[in-house]
Nanobody
Framework: QVQLVESGGGLVQAGGSLRLSCAAS????????MGWYRQAPGKQRELVAV???????NYADSVKSRFTITRDNAKNTAYLQMNALKPEDTGVYYC????????????????WGQGTQVTVSS
């Protein structure tokens, strides 16, 4: 069974930095797109950043120039480097990946991690 595990969240002051990690484990043949989403209290989950297996990236306007998404395909892991954090970046950050398991011809579609809390104090 394939699963995603996020880590690296925590409490940080405004202007600080955090680095999130998302590790995919299990019988994985390949991973297509990996991404980070976040959900603030009382709000809908929103896209933060995505990265393809080839390294192409896309970011929400609110995080451009502050956040950087990368991935290590050999480790099936994606990272989100967050700099110049703002209180409005507070929320639960979820990893998402489109995984093709070993033995399958198809990608699973959206696979989600359990989330990691990021809190930015003013």
């Amino acid at each position: 069974q394939v699963q995603l595990v996020e880590s690296g969240g925590g409490l940080v002051q405004a202007g600080g930095s955090l680095r999130l990690s998302c590790a995919a484990s299990g019988s994985i043949f390949s991973i297509n797109v990996m991404g980070w989403y976040r959900q603030a209290p009382g709000k809908q989950r929103e896209l933060v950043a995505v990265i393809t297996s080839g390294g192409s990236t896309n970011y929400a306007d609110s995080v451009k120039s502050r956040f950087t998404i990368t991935r290590d395909n050999a480790k099936n892991t994606a990272y989100l480097q967050m700099n110049a954090l703002k209180p409005e970046d507070t929320g639960v950050y979820y990893c998402n990946a489109d995984v093709r398991p070993v033995g399958s011809y198809f990608y699973t579609g959206a696979l989600w991690g359990q989330g990691t809390q990021v809190t930015v104090s003013s």
